[in-house]
């Protein structure tokens, strides 16, 4: 799955970043009792505690202060046992599926049959799967196979038919069958009159007469007859849970066959089996079923085993009405008419390879496709089709371009071929996340598969090969090879991280997709730090924690543990090593280990590298949280370095257990003066706390350790380095991407009070005659973002203004402010960044430029016609909005409500926020909670502060239960973001004490958020102590700057007020607040 961009822009703990969010888990789900204590002791404790607080401040007027129930010595709701409903028992074990539904749009319901051939590793007398939010029918029934082998000589299809028809005849013999493969086979032809070639796919001892019939040839057929045992009751458990109590014990090693009937709702959930729908040029509005498995909803749409180790073949039909298409994971095999229902039909599709009950998927709806082929690995011929809602379909184009290019590379480096005949991905109108790698029927949203030259960016565009990079890259890892159970989701995700970016930067070189890379990993590194981070690869103890590993942990974290270890083995042996890993495991599920053994294996003849034990390597870094900084002292006079290892941390109080660990470190290194030499492969290992070892560097050189940023870790030097390292930057000499990260480092040490900051913000002037590396700008932004928010309320932030606007000067200049159109997307990147920022510290050109900007579109008859410059439509539409009133605000806000193209609705609704008008900050985010559309609800919280932050915390406070409902009724990601765009960036404690009382106040409400709960509150931490420590220096610092390279723009000449030539006097509020640093940022990459 790819989380959707739009939410990265409520990061909880750090908003001008945009790594992916922890989103959080859904509510109202399973606590363990361990857990259930703990709230009772909490409330019991808070009872107390609020019982004191009120006592204080009705007789002393002290300040409200909450009670502390973030305890400090371990992560909030940290439970060692797990939740004893989270694993079904490991004994009943399914192989197939045959899926029948019946899905009626118009009534929003659904009713199915599924049968389960099961198998019991022992005599159990109790069937547990799982179901939800479905009625089951008391009518089900449990048989067991009794096969008999024959052996049926050179037969065709039409002799198959007749022998289901003699099958028929013989179970007659049997009185007591409730079920057989025959009555099934009678009940099926009322609804499908020719499913007598269907009949021999119902028993998974059948499968070789299924699908393609051979000519000629000697088949094993099986006799299957069937005995009939007795379900006492069938009851629902907590978990989900269907438990199904038997008169009898099941044999072990034996099929059984389970037969539940069941109905349920197509609500407009986003999650299970739900409903889309769009509006269509005729103003009609069409209505999709669609699904939306991962990770726990399968189970919502039919009776399953839903947890990824129960793999099975699924077989599905479904009947429909005739004019519309259903899609599945496999190929259509037939289509049947329904006599009582002549505009109905039951589609069948093909029987499915062994899978994940996660990633079944099914579509009905009235879309049409474009479609190419392509020659797989092993020589068929596979047909590729793009879906779109017709509207909409002349923009699927470039995803069909790319797709079998993708598929063609993996191929070759996976070596495996695509394991399916065909593939579909399509544009859903209303989608939760931005894209789901279901086996061979991808979905995704509509703005992260289409893509308009005209009405989208170039960001658009490569959003959408990283999309399908993606979503591809799954179709090996974790489609064909699964995670074991969800602690190992990184496998899957972390995975399809990494491949997303090798196979974009094959496809479209120009990108530099690595420099994207490694800024994400920089990002990451920032949250990474924070007190409550957690290891990649961590326990699920609870069914709600299943959605809180969907987090960048996961994704960015696991991708770049994969790449350093890419880089510490060669190309070469990793991808060998990948290749063992699939073909050991296809079809299968594996753990992390069972990677590291394939990889070791590669390893293994490899005399460099007989040392290494992948297994210890990668198990530091993967099962430990957080990651190290690596100290490096140089002895000048006899050339010794030596390198000390310690956790880095931006927390004040570290957890004890994290203080003291150790990771297995690959050291690379060079000096700064030949950048032409440098390799990423390590040249030392550092496992111990220290090492030291002699380099050949001279003491006029300037030593870089971590080369290229590949590890997983940040480099401070002593100070005569860093002396000797800032004067490379300077010189230019330095790549950009060594550049970036040095920036990175140093100002996130100097956060960390490990370097002091007037040394990082030396380093930025680097950029002050111009700079035209998107990946120096993107770090340096992201990190002056932070200095941002921070300094907001602070009296030296127009010096930080006044700064900004002066770095951005020249480089923008040269770019002519992209209004002369960009030489290619890279420029276009950067150009948007650089505007955003320009207007952000409120520079008159900028905030002239785009209300003219908006005034030419806004005089326009037609609004169609949009004439703004695509790269620069969101700094336009946020500046006005920020600093215009109701009139900007209602012509986005229509905009929003008329477009029918996602593209213009995604980005008026994304800058709506951005207003400092209480009444409409309120108006919106109140739309969120009723006629907003589910997927964009969540965009209108990506408020600004103070004014926006301080109406959604209002809202939160008053009406939690309402934000509750609602958010949680989409899926688990939503209302965690929803909190942190009202909380994430807190810089007061009185806003923090506000927050403590209103978790503390709905904890069990909460409880499945827990880990975006405690970064908010480890965010704010931060904020608030860096105010008291570095606020005052930092600005110094910007003012001694400016007032000596500029001062005709600075404060410190008073009869030059710094706004004096702005004429954009939109509304009455003209209070400085810069535009939200999110917006600035999200749109850096994905
Ligand atoms: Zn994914």
Redo the contacts with the bound molecule.
């Keep these: ?2 989380l959707s961009t739009s939410r990265q822009q409520f990061l909880a703990y750090e908003p001008n970043g945009d790594p992916e969010v922890q989103y959080g888990r859904k509510g109202g789900v399973f606590i363990s009792t361990c857990i259930c204590i703990s709230f009772v002791i909490f409330a019991v404790l808070a009872a107390v505690l609020v019982g004191v607080i009120v006592y204080f401040i009705t007789f002393f007027k002290v300040s409200k202060k909450p009670p502390d129930f973030w305890n400090e010595m371990e992560p909030f709701g940290q439970t060692d046992t797990p939740s004893p409903d989270l694993r079904l028992p490991p004994h009943i074990v399914p192989s197939f599926y045959r899926l029948k539904l019946k899905a009626d749009l118009e009534k929003s319901s659904f009713t199915g049959e599924v049968y389960i051939t099961i198998r019991a590793s022992k005599p159990v007398k109790e069937i547990v799967l799982h179901s939800k939010n479905l009625s089951i029918n008391s009518n089900a029934k449990l048989t067991e196979q009794i096969y008999e082998n024959e052996t049926i000589h050179t037969r065709t299809k039409r002799e198959v038919q007749n022998m289901t028809e003699n099958y028929e005849d013989t179970t007659e013999v049997f009185e007591n069958v409730t079920y057989t493969e025959s009555t099934d086979f009678d009940n099926v032809t009322t609804e499908f009159p020719d499913m007598t070639t269907e009949f021999s796919n119902i028993t998974t001892e059948l499968p070789v007469i299924v699908t393609e019939i051979p000519q000629s040839m000697d088949t094993q057929v099986t006799h299957s007859n069937v005995r009939n045992i007795e379900i006492i009751s069938i009851s629902e458990g907590s978990g989900d849970r269907l438990i199904l109590s038997l008169a009898s014990a099941l044999t072990p090693g034996v099929d059984y066959i389970l037969e539940l009937s069941f109905q349920g709702q197509i609500l407009n959930s986003l999650t299970g089996f739900y409903k889309s729908s769009y509006v269509n040029n005729n103003s009609e509005v069409r209505q999709l079923g669609v699904t939306q498995f991962e990770p726990t909803s399968a189970r919502a749409a039919f009776p399953c085993f839903d947890e990824p180790a129960f793999k099975a073949q699924f077989e599905i039909s479904i009947a429909h009405p005739q004019n519309i298409v259903a899609l599945s994971n496999m190929k259509v095999a037939t289509h049947e008419s329904i006599p009582d229902q002549p505009d109905w039909q039951w589609t069948h599709f093909e029987r499915s390879v062994r899978m994940s009950t996660y990633l079944v998927a099914y579509i009905l709806s009235d879309f049409v496709n474009i479609e190419t082929t392509y020659m797989s690995k092993d020589n068929v011929t596979k047909t590729i089709k793009v879906w779109a809602r017709p509207e909409l379909i002349s923009k699927a184009k470039y995803a069909l371009s790319i797709t079998p290019k993708l598929l063609a590379y993996y191929e070759d480096v996976f070596g495996l071929p695509y394991a399916l005949d065909k593939l579909d991905l399509i544009a859903i109108p209303d989608f939760s996340s931005d894209a789901m ?1 279901n086996w061979g029927l991808i979905t995704f949203r509509e703005t992260t598969l289409l893509f308009d030259e005209k009405e989208s960016v170039p960001r658009d565009k490569q959003n959408v090969a990283i999309d399908i990079a ?2 591809l890259a ?1 179709q090996w890892f ?1 489609n064909l090879v699964t995670m074991r159970w969800w602690t190992d989701l990184w496998l ?2 972390g995975f ?1 991280t990494y491949i997303e970016y090798v196979g974009v930067d094959k496809i479209e070189p120009e990108w530099n997709m690595f420099d994207s890379f490694s800024h994400d990993k920089m990002e990451l590194l920032r949250t990474d730090a924070l007190k409550n981070t957690s290891p990649v690869s961590r326990q699920v103890l609870g069914a709600a924690e299943i959605s809180q590993k969907f987090d960048e942990i996961s994704y960015t974290k696991g991708a770049n543990l994969i790449r350093m270890l890419n880089h510490t083995i060669s190309d070469q042996l990793f991808y060998k090593g990948l290749a063992i890993y699939l073909n050991k495991w296809k079809y299968q599920n594996a753990e992390e280990n069972d990677l590291w053994e394939a990889m070791s294996e590669a390893t293994r003849e490899d005399p460099a590298l007989k040392e290494l034990s992948v297994v210890k390597f990668m198990n530091s870094w993967t099962r430990q949280a957080g990651y190290p900084v690596v100290n490096v002292n140089r002895n000048y006079d006899t050339g010794y370095v030596t390198f000390q290892q310690k956790l880095f941390t931006s927390a004040k109080y570290p957890y004890p257990s994290m203080a003291d660990q150790l990771w297995r470190v690959p050291i690379s290194y060079a000096t700064m003066d030949a950048p032409g030499n440098w390799s990423s492969r390590p040249q030392l290992w550092l496992d111990q706390r220290t090492a030291s070892a002699s380099l050949p560097v001279n003491e006029s050189q300037a030593l870089y350790v971590n080369v290229n940023a590949i590890g997983y870790y940040r480099v401070n030097y002593d100070q005569r380095n860093w002396q000797l390292l800032r004067s490379a930057l300077h010189s230019r000499s330095a790549p950009p991407l060594t550049t970036a990260q040095l920036l990175d480092d140093a100002f996130n040490l100097a956060k960390a009070g490990q370097l002091r900051y007037t040394h990082a913000l030396g380093l930025t002037t680097c950029v002050v005659d111009g700079e035209d590396a998107k990946t120096v700008w993107d770090t340096l932004l992201n990190n002056m973002a932070f200095l941002n928010h921070n300094l907001r309320t602070t009296p030296g932030y127009v010096y930080f203004q006044d700064y900004m606007r002066l770095i951005l000067s020249k480089q923008l200049a040269k770019m002519n402010y992209g209004l002369v159109r960009p030489k290619d997307d890279n420029e276009a990147f950067l150009v948007e960044s650089l505007v955003m920022w320009e207007c952000m510290v409120e520079a008159p050109r900028c905030l002239n430029w785009a209300r003219a900007e908006f005034e030419k579109w806004a005089g326009q008859d037609d609004l169609t016609e949009n004439p703004i410059p695509s790269y620069l439509r969101a700094v336009v539409y946020n500046t006005v909005i920020k600093f215009g009133g109701r009139r900007e605000f209602e012509f986005f806000w229509r905009l929003f409500h008329n477009a029918t193209d996602p593209v213009v609705k995604s980005l008026a609704i994304a800058n709506l926020p951005s207003t400092r008008e209480e009444a409409l900050v309120a108006f919106l985010l109140e739309k969120s909670l009723s006629e907003i559309p589910k997927q964009y609800a969540v965009s209108a919280w990506s408020v600004d502060p103070p004014v926006g932050t301080r109406v959604a915390q209002q809202l939160l406070l008053q009406q939690f239960p309402r934000v509750h409902a609602r958010f949680t009724a989409m899926d688990a990601f939503s209302l965690p973001s929803a909190i942190a765009g009202a909380f994430g960036v807190m810089t007061t404690v009185d806003e923090l004490d506000t927050f403590k009382s209103f978790a503390l106040e709905h904890k069990e409400k909460l409880m499945p958020m827990s880990q975006t709960l405690q970064k908010i509150v480890d965010s704010a931490n931060i904020r608030i102590e860096w105010n008291k420590k570095y606020a005052r220096e930092v600005n110094q610092w910007f003012q001694d700057y400016v007032t000596e390279h500029a001062p005709g723009s600075s404060f410190s000449r008073t009869e030059q007020p710094l706004t004096q030539n702005i004429t954009i006097n939109i509304s009455e509020s003209t209070t400085s607040t810069p535009l939200n640093e999110t917006t600035t940022t999200k749109s850096t990459t994905r």
């Design positions: 799955m790819s790698e993606h979503e799954h974790g899957n995700e399809a």
